[in-house]
């Protein structure tokens, strides 16, 4: 209620104050237009009051000048307006005589005036004429008409006859100049008196919102004014050549009134039109009128406002006309030009004043529900049209496993949420996972769509069933039915990505059901919860498929898990599983990097080959004498921070190989378990491989590389890209690596793998000059100097 009373109090304020706040409204949108260029003249050391000063006369000299044009303009339509008659007189008749029937409205004309005689009465029989009679008086003479004349105006009403209707604009103009001015030279004052009024302690939201209303308005009024140059410009032009007159006139005005949101340049348009009729005597000049402002305003609407501000105010459509509609109604003309730079003040105040929050999400552009609960909103109401229509335009712009695993799952864990704090009513919970798997089955069909056709299109049915790839992977809902439809999108990213796939429903996991289970040439068995606790449901399942087939590869989809706090390992401990995992992203890779290794016939058992690297003896040697055996930190993180910086990478690493370990000194990014340890076996290094062939080792996409698929940094940890340089000291023994690390697969060309050498060598040569300088000072005869030197300067 105080915030309501507090809007009606400040709405009649703004209607009863209109004769002040107008003038100072229109002061503060021209010193945001004119902030710019006191900025620039202030950078030439000019003072700020003359800047100021220098600023508002050349911006009113522009606004005067042009009155001034418009002005003659005017006067001179005014003078040739008498000349026009004729012409519309004549194409008046031309029309009358060429209607339907010849005369038609000359018909009608008369029709309505005869009857509109009939009702007022005229149908009373006529008075008959009375003859004169002999002796009679004579007939009454016709009255004498009276002309009243005004007396002669004296000079001083005269005066206050013209200048009258002068005066209220000329105070309106003088009450904007001067609140400009003053604005333009109190501007950090008034900036700092509006932060400590409605700050409320908080400077940074206060801050933050008078930057980006300043941003989103100056930029507004910019981007009009080129829009509108661009558009009046053109139709002066075209009006001209087409030999409409007075078209410099018309061509300010179509600039001027496209300020006004939509009717703008409707209005402009009706002038010219109007004025062809009259000068004209045929039509050809109106249909070139017509066309000129239809092509003008085609390609400032799709060509120009796209390209220069596009949604730069942030208001919705909807918006603009209501705001359009309000502040003209409160300020009459003037608020139709102010209306969408003060509502754009008032989006902006509501996105930071809690109070006023609803004029952001009323007035504001910006999707008010985030992609997940759009999506969960359409599967809640069963519109599946919608949905599918949510689903295709993500997957064209990204692609489809970034949908599930950004979207769809998230709402599908919205839909869980839902059902953990109402769980009386299932019927909703159906609705959600059956309308999302047939988003699913839609989503691949859309995918198949836009994939190029094969030139084998045309095999038989019973080869391409000889030819169908094996589904060694089982996706299992684990209870409910929105389990099942996180299942088929898992699936249905799988197959996408090459690996055979099938889902069963929670019954085929129920204690009857386990022990039929049909596991012939699988290879991987994931089961899909969106609970958000699964661990006593999965262990018991994964338990018996354990006993059942002790090769299988078990993972644990945990979609709703909290995923701070969450050690994966410790759940897949419990779980009796062998991974437990948070993502579909990192799903697909695992799940996909385990299927390769099988069918290229790698050992099941997850060994791994280190890499074998020669001249281990001199290597260590070297890493002992400079300090680096023990893990010594020196300043690698300050090291890796930079190099991460410098690549756009999440993670950087310096390594040192051991003959048992991996030695991580210095890190940037990496995960809190990694991060506390700074080690790994020497059998789970990625950066052995870099010491071994003494060279730069890239690897764009990890998972599709035989050296480390089956590495627990890459299944585990989720690694896609891996680029490390060696580590050489001046006798060329490689000791370790600098390398960076991604979650995405990306590209690395040669001029960055020259830079990360580049780096790794001057990080060598750095520590050499340390490690020669620290045995220097150990030195006995480097001792015994220094100390000389103390005696002889005591």
């Given at each position: 209620m105080f915030t309501v009373g507090g809007i009606v109090l400040a709405i009649g304020g703004l209607y009863f104050g209109q004769d002040i706040f107008i003038p100072f409204a229109l002061a503060i949108l021209l010193s945001f237009a004119l902030t710019p260029l006191v900025n620039w003249l202030r950078r030439l050391k000019l003072p700020r009051i003359a800047a100021v000063i220098v600023a508002v006369t050349l911006a009113f000299i522009l606004i005067g000048g042009i009155a001034f044009v418009v002005g003659?303009?005017?006067?001179?339509?005014?003078?040739?307006?008498?000349?026009?008659?004729?012409?519309?007189?004549?194409?008046?008749?031309?029309?009358?005589?060429?209607?339907?029937?010849?005369?038609?409205v000359d018909k009608v004309t008369t029709t309505i005036q005869d009857l509109s005689k009939e009702i007022s009465g005229n149908d009373k029989p006529a008075e008959q004429p009375v003859p004169p009679t002999i002796g009679s008086a004579p007939a009454p003479q016709e009255p004498v008409t009276v002309r009243i004349e005004p007396p002669q105006a004296k000079p001083l009403e005269i005066i206050q006859t013209i200048v009258g209707p002068l005066l209220a604009p000329l105070a309106t103009a003088g009450l904007v100049i001067i609140f400009v001015i003053f604005v333009l030279l109190e501007r950090e004052d008034l900036r700092d008196r509006f932060i400590k009024l409605a700050g409320a302690g908080d400077l940074q939201k206060s801050t933050q919102a008078l930057n980006d209303a300043a941003a989103r308005v100056s930029r507004y009024l910019l981007m009009q004014m080129v829009v509108n140059f661009t558009y009046g410009i053109p139709?002066?032009?075209?009006?001209?050549?087409?030999?409409?007159?007075?078209?410099?006139l018309w061509g300010m005005l179509a600039a001027v009134l496209r300020f006004v949101p939509?009717?703008?340049?409707?209005?402009?348009?009706?002038?010219?039109?109007?004025?062809?009729?009259?000068?004209?005597?045929?039509?050809?000049?109106?249909l070139w009128?017509?066309?000129?402002?239809?092509?003008?305003?085609?390609?400032?609407?799709?060509?120009?406002?796209?390209?220069?501000?596009?949604s730069s105010t942030g208001l919705s459509s909807l918006a603009i006309i209501m705001a359009a509609i309000f502040w003209t109604s409160l300020w009459g003309p003037v608020g139709l030009f102010l209306a969408t730079p003060l509502t754009v003040c008032l989006v902006v105040i509501g996105r930071y004043v809690p109070q006023l929050e609803f004029l952001g999400v009323l007035l504001g552009s910006d999707p008010v529900l985030a992609p997940e609960e759009r999506l969960y909103q359409r599967l809640l109401a069963g519109n599946l049209e919608e949905a599918v229509e949510i689903a295709e335009d993500y997957v064209d712009e990204n692609s489809s496993r970034e949908f599930y695993d950004h979207v769809a799952i998230p709402a599908l864990r919205l839909a869980e949420n839902d059902r953990q704090r109402s769980t009386t009513d299932t019927n909703y919970r159906r609705l959600v996972a059956n309308t999302a798997i047939c988003v699913v089955r839609e989503v691949e069909n859309h995918i198949q769509e836009k994939a190029p056709s094969s030139d084998d299109a045309a095999i038989s049915d019973e080869d391409a069933s000889a030819f169908a790839p094996s589904k060694p992977v089982l996706c299992i809902a684990g209870r409910t039915e929105l389990d099942r439809a996180g299942a088929e999108m898992l699936a249905q990213v799988l197959e996408e990505n090459g690996t055979g796939a099938r889902v069963l429903p929670p019954i085929s996991v129920t204690e009857g059901a386990l022990a039929q289970l049909d596991l012939t040439g699988i290879e991987v068995v994931c089961l899909s919860y969106l609970h958000p606790q699964p661990q006593v449901f999965a262990r018991y399942i994964c338990r018996r498929l354990r006993r059942r087939a002790p090769h299988l590869k078990l993972v644990v989809c945990c979609w709703n898990a909290p995923p701070q706090g969450t050690h994966t390992e410790d759940m897949a401990r419990q779980m009796s599983a062998d991974a437990a995992i948070l993502s579909l992203d990192v799903c697909v890779n695992q799940v996909s990097a385990w299927v390769a290794h099988q069918e290229a016939g790698s050992d099941t058992s997850g060994s791994r080959t280190p890499a074998v690297i020669d001249n281990e003896q001199e290597r260590l040697a070297a890493m002992q004498q400079l300090g680096l055996a023990g893990g010594r930190r020196h300043s690698f993180d300050e090291v890796a921070k930079r190099v991460a910086e410098a690549f756009g990478a999440p993670i950087a690493l310096v390594s040192m190989i051991t003959d048992e370990q991996q030695l991580m000194p210095g890190a940037q990014g990496l995960p809190p378990d990694l991060n506390a340890s700074r080690q790994v076996p020497r059998e789970e290094s990625v950066c052995g491989h870099v010491v071994a062939t003494d060279e730069v080792v890239v690897s764009e996409d990890v998972t599709k590389d035989p050296r480390f698929t089956n590495n627990p940094l890459v299944l585990e940890k989720g690694i896609r890209f891996y680029a490390g340089a060696p580590l050489r000291t001046s006798a060329g023994l490689a000791l370790g690596s600098l390398c960076v690390i991604d979650m995405e697969p990306r590209e690395f060309s040669d001029e960055d793998r020259v830079r990360l050498q580049q780096m790794a060598d001057d990080l060598m040569a750095e520590l050499e000059r340390d490690s020669a300088k620290n045995d220097a000072e150990r030195d006995p005869a480097h001792l015994s100097a220094q100390r000389q030197k103390q005696e002889a300067s005591s």
């Open positions: 003659r303009q005017l006067v001179q339509l005014a003078n040739n307006l008498p000349s026009y008659q004729t012409t519309i007189t004549e194409k008046i008749r031309s029309l009358q005589a060429s209607a339907p029937g010849g005369g038609v139709i002066g032009i075209g009006l001209y050549l087409i030999g409409v007159p007075n078209a410099i939509y009717l703008g340049p409707f209005l402009a348009a009706l002038f010219p039109i109007a004025l062809a009729i009259a000068v004209d005597p045929g039509w050809s000049m109106l009128v017509i066309g000129l402002f239809l092509l003008a305003e085609l390609v400032s609407n799709n060509v120009i406002e796209p390209w220069l501000y596009g």
